[in-house]
């Protein structure tokens, strides 16, 4: 099992750019988690999917922020028109419903 | 919403000495994990341990549901524990994980 993959594991864009950040959660979770980590918020939940449906999206920013999760194999978190305060690492997760989540490496961000 | 508190912030150990984290949550959590996370590392999850006590290896947690509060316990520290460790309780529908600030722990030769 080669866990939760997140790709690309860093991404520089500049100001106003879109970025797309893609996580494949492993085999069989019905769960999908992403988070946003940086120094000074800690580590702040984003938006949730079962069963590929979105459920919370509670954590997201309502401007610029969407997610999408097309299969049960990948989910993509876009940012559109990319500002400085977006620079984190983003995690995504996956799990069986309610149990022990499993995060990827992460996806470095910086908007320069 | 859940609020999750962690002590102490960071601690210093020479190698082979015992450590305990404590992690205290406001609310009552039928789920409850310890992540482990080297500087500029992803996080691993640890342990998974809603009450009772759950031994890995050199680390050992207690969780006590009805105070609110769990315990890690890292015997005979080696200096590649080194790094933050982090507990997280579910809540919401969603199961959505609030995390502490978390431990930085420094373990020196």
């Known amino acids: 099992n080669a866990g939760v993959i997140q790709t690309p594991r860093h991404k520089v864009t500049g100001k106003g750019q879109e970025a797309t950040l893609w996580c494949e959660p492993i085999?069989?979770?019905?769960?999908v988690f992403w988070y946003r980590q940086t120094i000074v918020q800690g580590l702040e939940f984003l938006t949730y999917?079962?069963?590929?449906?979105?459920?919370?999206d509670s954590g997201m920013p309502k401007e610029r922020f969407s997610a999408q999760m097309p299969n049960q194999s990948h989910s993509t978190l876009k940012i559109q028109s990319t500002q400085p305060q977006d620079s984190a690492v983003y995690l995504c997760?996956?799990?069986?419903?309610?149990?022990?989540?499993?995060f990827g490496p992460g996806t470095r961000l910086t908007v320069l | 919403g859940q609020q999750v508190q962690q002590s102490p912030a960071s601690l210093v150990l020479q190698e082979g000495e015992n450590a305990e984290l404590q992690c205290n949550f406001s609310?009552?959590?039928?789920?409850l994990q310890w992540f482990y996370q080297s500087p500029g590392g992803s996080l691993v999850s640890l342990l998974s341990?809603?009450?009772g006590t759950k031994h890995t290896g050199r680390l050992t947690s207690t969780t006590v549901t009805k105070e609110r509060r769990s315990s890690l316990h890292i015997s005979s520290s080696q200096t590649t524990d080194s790094g933050t460790y982090l507990c997280?309780?579910?809540?919401?529908?969603?199961?959505?994980?609030?995390f502490g600030e978390g431990t930085q722990v420094t373990v020196i030769s």
């Open positions: 999917f079962r069963n590929q449906a979105p459920i919370d």
């Open positions: 085999s069989g979770h019905s769960a």
């Open positions: 341990n809603p009450s």
């Open positions: 609310s009552t959590a039928t789920q």
């Open positions: 997280a309780i579910p809540g919401g529908l969603s199961g959505k994980l609030t």
């Open positions: 997760a996956s799990s069986f419903t309610g149990a022990e989540q499993f």
